[in-house]
């Protein structure tokens, strides 16, 4: 039984900054990459930013500059650091973990979603 749960969005203004942490719990063997995704009611979910096992990122044009993933392997969690936010950044976050669990199985896990909205 594999856990993954977001937290720290909320409510802030324009050029404001937010934190989201993603923490994956239970019988883990290995986690892979951490990716974030957002979704807008009606649109499609959009990769924000991925992390590897060895550290390379990768982000969406849109956030470059302004977002930073970083992940703490011994807490198997990881960061989705949100700076310079804009109206447009308003979505549902969500967390993907591809793990191998305790049975060997791989898989995508998904968290549950965090919702950030900014104010203009």
């Known amino acids: 039984q594999v856990q993954v749960v977001e937290s720290g969005g909320g409510l802030v203004q324009a050029g404001g900054s937010l934190r989201l942490s993603c923490a994956a719990s239970?019988?883990?063997?290995?986690?892979?990459?951490m990716r974030w995704y957002r979704q807008v009611p009606g649109k499609q979910r959009e990769l924000v930013a991925i992390?590897?096992?060895?550290?390379?990122?990768n982000y969406a044009d849109s956030v470059k500059g302004r977002f930073t993933i970083s992940r703490d392997n011994a807490k198997n969690t990881v960061y989705l650091q949100m700076n310079s936010l804009k109206p447009e950044d308003t979505a549902a976050y969500y967390c993907?973990?591809?793990?191998?669990?305790?049975?060997?199985?791989?898989?995508?896990?998904w968290g549950q979603g965090t919702q950030v909205t900014v104010s203009s």
């Open positions: 992390i590897t096992s060895g550290g390379t990122t």
């Open positions: 239970g019988s883990i063997f290995s986690i892979n990459a």
């Open positions: 993907n973990a591809h793990l191998t669990d305790g049975s060997l199985y791989t898989y995508d896990y």
